[in-house]
């Protein structure tokens, strides 16, 4: 027993000693309310940690704007070197998007690795990419974040070498020159059509069988995957962490009237989200694109919530996504945070994804907005359309069913989609 504990307590301490020591600098402009700053230094954190890597202080900066060569003052940088040979820190990680120049010259004042909030997202991307399109498209954001910045990098770049903001697919190619990363890209792209046109199938058939579409979003650590699983009983990755979903998966829904329907995870959305990343995940944003609605998961044990939702809700108005029904899923109801006020402008609901009744009620007024865009039917079938029955309590909602024994009738009413093809079907059948 003592043993166990013992090799427990190594485990753990080795594992401990393996994060890379990281320091955070954030930049306080006075467009950056006191709270929304404090909310951004702890996503931060969150970010870090993910990647493997242990927050050991965070540097603070108050200023009108960011300094256009070091991004934080010099007495700031001065500071900051002191901290790094003090504490020992391998890499020191910045909260906003550094420019190429600001980029180098923090390198040459500092003895350490020098990172972004983009390359500490794209890291992340790199470590969570577990298919084919998911690695392209975390190479391809990594390339092209990269291309502008190579230029004057020569003798740094043979510095690289393991580590956050290393990882993924992108690092065997840092030491190219621009024509091979410019060419890789191509290539790249290339490969991302072939693939998009095979979703582009999967969708043309989704479509013609008319199946109703439902797609998870989210900010990211919300619950969606959480919910997904627990929505389609399907098997994708969950974990308390940041941007745990990276590869989107569709699996079938049945909702309480046994209509069916197929529900999508996507990737979490996050605060400034590095344009490039966007880009590359354009065709798997569209899944979201092609649903007929949307749950927008927050996370309403999350101080920040209101941010969250805020974030999410534009980046889809980027997307164009206005006239798809939204149903805004607030999740974690056992754990919500003291201040949490609703403030959705669509229909809601108040969840714990872990919670039963909680989910069927989910279903029901899940039911209710598919009701919205259907039209209601009450026909009457012959007892030898025995398909045609299967049909309507797969593919309609059915409503009431009951058999009509002197005419061999069954008399159905309830709700079909308005242009499935079951819609025409039913016609003759009208009473």
Do not use: W
Not at 64 to 80: C, D, F, Q, S, W
Not at 97 to 126: C, H, M, V, W, Y
Not at 180 to 195: E, S
Not at 292 to 316: A, R
């Amino acid at each position: 027993m003592k043993k166990d504990k013992k090799r427990k307590r190594g485990t753990a301490l080795e594992q401990k000693s393996t994060l890379e020591k990281a320091i955070l600098v954030g930049c306080q402009t006075t467009s950056n309310d006191d709270l929304r700053f404090q909310y951004s230094m702890e996503e931060l954190v969150s970010l870090t940690e993910t990647a493997k890597g242990e927050a050991l202080i965070s540097v603070v900066q108050k200023r009108e704007r960011v300094h256009p060569a070091t991004y934080i003052g010099k007495g700031k940088v001065e500071e900051l070197q002191a901290l790094v040979e003090e504490l020992e820190a391998d890499i020191v990680i910045f909260n906003d998007e550094l420019s190429p120049s600001q980029k180098r010259n923090l390198g040459s004042a500092l003895d350490a690795r020098i990172i972004d909030r983009t390359q500490l997202i794209l890291d992340i991307f790199a470590q969570r990419a577990r298919s084919k399109e998911g690695k392209l498209q975390v190479e391809l954001a990594q390339l092209q974040y990269l291309l502008p910045r190579l230029a004057g990098q020569g003798t740094a770049l043979s510095r690289l070498g393991a580590g956050i903001g290393t990882r993924g697919p992108g690092e065997t190619k840092l030491e190219s020159d621009r024509r091979h990363i410019r060419k890789r890209i191509d290539d790249i792209k290339g490969q991302l059509n072939v693939i998009v046109h095979h979703r582009d199938r999967y969708r043309e058939r989704r479509k013609k069988n008319k199946a109703f579409q439902v797609a998870i979003v989210g900010y990211t650590n919300a619950g969606k995957s959480t919910l997904f699983n627990r929505l389609s009983e399907a098997d994708s990755y969950e974990e308390n962490q940041l941007f745990a979903t990276l590869d989107p998966m569709t699996r079938k829904i049945i909702l309480p009237s046994g209509f069916m329907a197929l529900v999508t995870d996507t990737v979490g959305f996050i605060q400034d989200l590095p344009t490039t990343l966007i880009a590359a995940f354009r065709s798997t944003l569209e899944e979201v694109k092609e649903a007929d609605l949307l749950l927008h998961v927050v996370d309403m044990s999350n101080p920040d919530y209101f941010h969250h939702e805020k974030t999410v809700n534009k980046l889809l108005d980027d997307l164009d996504i206005k006239d798809i029904p939204q149903l805004t899923v607030y999740n974690k109801r056992d754990i919500l945070h003291p201040d949490f006020v609703p403030t959705a402008k669509t229909p809601t609901a108040f969840i714990s994804a872990y919670d039963e009744l909680d989910r069927s009620a989910l279903k029901k007024k899940m039911e209710e907005m598919v009701i919205e865009g259907m039209e209601p039917y009450n026909v009457q079938i012959p007892s030898t359309e025995g398909k045609l029955l299967s049909q309507l309590k797969n593919e309609t909602i059915l409503r009431e069913l009951s058999f009509h024994e002197d005419h061999q009738l069954y008399i159905c009413k309830g709700f079909s989609l308005r242009d499935h093809q079951i819609t025409g079907q039913l016609q003759k059948y009208t009473v």
